[in-house]
């Protein structure tokens, strides 16, 4: 994985306070097959035609293509991301959530996307680090990104933050 400069460390508040504003990772690009397409499917009961009818996207998609689920392409934040902090002591990590996702363009099959992220706040909160990020999902090609979300994560370490 490509990350900026080396990678961030933190173990304390102050460490992540550091860090707001600054961009932490860019991935390395991954591919978007009909093969993960069709999984997602199959795991979410998603099968519009747009993402798994090869056939008629063929015939009636601007690419020529099917693409994939929005949801997918969100999904695969955690582990584009995976490697952009180093946690020095951390006991266990929760996905809080989200507070803005959009969807700006779609992702043909095919594809290749890469995250990247920046740290746009640390807070404490309930005994652990809050850290809020925005991550940029690019496909390879675009001008605008396929997706943009403002993520949650709750990091709890082993002593008080």
């Not at 306070?17 to 069709?38: N, T």
């Amino acid at each position: 994985m490509y990350l900026l400069n080396t990678m961030p460390r933190i173990k304390s508040l102050e460490d992540a306070k550091a860090l707001e504003g600054q961009e932490v990772g860019l991935s390395d690009w991954v591919v978007v097959d009909q093969h993960r397409i069709d999984q997602f499917a199959e795991a979410t009961a998603d099968h519009q035609w747009i993402h798994v009818d090869t056939e008629r996207a063929a015939k009636e998609m601007p690419d020529g293509k099917t693409i994939a689920h929005g949801y997918l392409t969100l999904s695969l934040i955690p582990v584009l991301t995976s490697g952009f902090v180093e946690f020095e002591n951390l006991e266990r990590a929760i996905n809080f959530g989200t507070n803005k996702v959009r969807f700006y363009t779609p992702v043909p099959e095919g594809s290749r996307v890469r995250a990247r992220g920046t740290v746009l706040q640390a807070r404490r909160r309930a005994g652990a680090l809050m850290l809020t990020s925005e991550v940029r999902i690019e496909v390879e090609g675009e001008r605008k990104p396929a997706c943009v979300a403002e993520t949650l994560g709750m990091y709890f370490f082993a002593e008080s933050v």
